[in-house]
């Protein structure tokens, strides 16, 4: 099966910046699109920015301008530069993926374990 699994999360002071990674590995054959889910306590998870394999993207408006989704398609690794970071950004960041384990296998949706940013002075 697909495992993801995420790292670079902390903490940061308001304005500052994080990078995000979440690699895939286990059986992988394919990967389509890949995604970045947040979800801050006592709220509901979101989504914040999603990534095509061909490079196209897509952000929440709560995000878009200070984050940036990139992916490499040889690593099977998403990233997500977070820049201009606010207090409301704090959140368990989450990475999915619509995967496939073998090619005969039917596409799926895995997640990571999550990661904590917090942004606070």
């Known amino acids: 099966q697909v495992q993801l699994v995420e790292s670079g999360g902390g903490l940061v002071q308001p304005g500052g910046s994080l990078r995000l990674s979440c690699a895939a590995s286990g059986s992988v054959f394919s990967i389509s699109r890949m995604r970045w889910y947040r979800q801050a306590p006592g709220k509901e998870r979101e989504l914040a920015a999603t990534i095509t394999t061909g490079g196209a993207t897509t952000y929440a408006d709560s995000v878009k301008g200070r984050f940036t989704i990139t992916r490499d398609n040889a690593k099977n690794t998403v990233f997500l530069q977070m820049n201009s970071l606010k207090p409301e950004d704090t959140a368990v960041y989450y990475c999915?993926?619509?995967?496939?384990?073998?090619?005969?296998?039917?596409?799926?949706?895995?997640w990571g374990q999550g990661t904590q940013v917090t942004v606070s002075s």
């Open positions: 999915n993926a619509d995967a496939k384990a073998y090619f005969y296998s039917s596409p799926k949706a895995y």
